[in-house]
């Protein structure tokens, strides 16, 4: 049994692959996305403990990943890693105000993440406002990709 399902929502293969790898080998289930929208189908149709994602990913909207999961009121609570070649002062900033949960600066090492994941794992949920969330596991209302 998996210790958690996991998205991984990164544009770059090497990273899909070293991370990805890694939390497999850690007990972790992990879907790919390679971009923004990608991300929101995947996370629409199958419920996830957890989102690692890049600050940045190809959208055809351009907007921040975590900003558009945060908006979203039944994906408030789902923990999300910022996993970013991105690494300025500035770019932290962003993923605070984005509600970020954690934030990992390329290039990283593979433990450390596995460490910010099963920290936040570990961690009670985000509570979501009563009324706001869908229930995540009813598939019968979940969208086509």
């Not at 408030?76 to 910022?82: E, K």
């Amino acid at each position: 049994m998996a210790k958690g399902h996991i998205l991984l929502a990164h544009g770059n293969r090497d990273c899909q692959t070293i991370y990805g790898s890694v939390l497999v080998y850690e007990g972790f289930q992990v879907d790919i996305a390679e971009d923004a929208d990608s991300a929101i189908r995947k996370l629409s149709i199958k419920s996830y403990d957890l989102v690692v994602a890049d600050l940045y990913l190809e959208s055809t909207d351009d907007e921040c990943l975590v900003r558009r999961l945060r908006r979203d009121s039944s994906l408030t609570n789902v923990p999300v890693v910022v996993l970013t070649g991105w690494t300025t002062e500035a770019h932290r900033q962003i993923a605070s105000d984005a509600d970020a949960d954690d934030f990992l600066a390329l290039p990283t090492r593979p433990r450390d993440l596995v460490d910010a994941v099963v920290s936040l794992l570990s961690k009670p949920r985000r509570q979501t406002p009563p009324g706001t969330a869908r229930d995540r596991d009813d598939r019968s209302t979940a969208h086509e990709i």
